[in-house]
Each structure stands twice: as structure tokens, then as C-alpha cells.
Nanobody, 123 residues
Framework: QVQLVESGGGLVQVGGSLRLTCAASGSIVSISSMGWYRQAPGKQRELVAVRTRGGTRNYLASVKGRFTISRDNAQNTVNLQMDSLRPEDTAVYYC?????????????????WGQGTQVTVSS
């Protein structure tokens, strides 16, 4: 099993910045990708940013140029630097990881989610 613990959410004014951090722990052999999703009230969960182990980054179109994802493969952490925040960025942000773990039956790959952290941008 893998545990994802998020931190860094909160309340910020329009144009402000926040930095989200997610740390993965458990019987981890490797993590192929780590990223962030978000879900606003009444809307579907959407991918915000993802970074593969090899360094490829993908962003939601509306956050390109404002958000930056970074990852420390050795520490199994992923950060999301969010600048120039807008009211429409308000949502619960979830850390996501595809990880291979070592179990009694061998290696296993699964998708994992954090508990979510609230980001609120006030106008």
C-alpha cells in the first residue's frame, strides 16, 4: 500500500500564490507518474498537472503558464506551484500516483489518491 499525504492548501486572494506538496510513503518500488487533480463543487474531477518519472510534464490548458509541477523521484514527492490564482481555480486538489509496490505475492502496480486539500481563491 501507498499513502499520499498532501499539504499546502488554503485561502488566497485573486492573483496570489500557493504551493501544494504531496509525499508518498509505503512499500514503494517505483512511481511511474505523480500529479494533481482537482474537483470543484458540481463538476467532474479533472487533471491539473502530471509529471512522469522520466520528466515529461502535462498541464490542463487553463493552468499553463501559471502552475508548475515539480517532482523529487528520490524523495517520492511532488509539488504544485500555483501562481496568478483565479476564482475558477477554487477546488479540492488531490494528489495522484501510479506506483509499483512490493507485496508478499510479488510486485504490483496500482493507482493511489490522497485525501485532498482545499484551495479557495477569493475575489
Amino acid at each position: 500500500q501507498v499513502q499520499l499525504v498532501e499539504s499546502g492548501g488554503g485561502l488566497v486572494q485573486v492573483g496570489g500564490s500557493l504551493r501544494l506538496t504531496c509525499a508518498a510513503s509505503g512499500s514503494i518500488v517505483s512511481i511511474s507518474s505523480m500529479g494533481w487533480y482537482r474537483q470543484a463543487p458540481g463538476k467532474q474531477r479533472e487533471l491539473v498537472a502530471v509529471r512522469t518519472r522520466g520528466g515529461t510534464r502535462n498541464y490542463l490548458a487553463s493552468v499553463k503558464g501559471r502552475f508548475t509541477i515539480s517532482r523529487d523521484n528520490a524523495q517520492n514527492t511532488v509539488n504544485l506551484q500555483m501562481d496568478s490564482l483565479r476564482p475558477e481555480d477554487t477546488a479540492v486538489y488531490y494528489c495522484n500516483a501510479y506506483a509499483t509496490t512490493s507485496q508478499a505475492t510479488g510486485l504490483r502496480g496500482d493507482e493511489y489518491w490522497g485525501q485532498g486539500t482545499q484551495v479557495t481563491v477569493s475575489s
